[in-house]
């Protein structure tokens, strides 16, 4: 059983940066590690993920601009966004997985509360 905690979010201008980070109170060391975000009237989006063996997977709206990482010895993740645009405003969600739902897009063992990103332009 993991839990997980985001922070990080808030209001940020277009072309600004935020970090997101994620606490695990359960060991993630075997799981792999990954963010969604679901903006009002869109379909879920998978951010990013990180898979067990520091394999490292974007969804092309954001490569090149986000940066997944993970901290297996602090228990943690954090996803880096840089040159935030307006379309980017939704609720991101930290989720950790077992190895199925997650790098295929459907899902996650276990889900975070869930922190707002505004963008402004």
């Known amino acids: 059983q993991v839990q997980l905690v985001e922070s990080g979010g808030g209001l940020v201008q277009a072309g600004g940066s935020l970090r997101l980070s994620c606490t695990a109170s359960?060991?993630?060391?075997?799981?792999?590690l990954g963010w969604y975000r679901q903006a009002p009237g869109k379909q879920r989006e998978l951010v990013a993920f990180?898979?067990?063996?520091?394999?490292?997977n974007y969804a092309d709206s954001v490569k090149g601009r986000f940066t997944i990482s993970r901290d297996n010895a602090k228990n943690t993740e954090a996803l880096q966004m840089n040159s935030l645009k307006p379309e980017g405003t939704a609720v991101y969600y930290c989720?950790?997985?077992?190895?199925?739902?997650?790098?295929?897009?459907?899902?996650?063992?276990?889900w975070g509360q869930g922190t707002q990103v505004t963008v402004s332009s």
């Open positions: 989720v950790a997985d077992r190895g199925w739902w997650l790098r295929r897009g459907a899902g996650a063992d276990y």
């Open positions: 359960g060991n993630i060391n075997t799981r792999d």
């Open positions: 990180i898979t067990s063996d520091i394999s490292a």
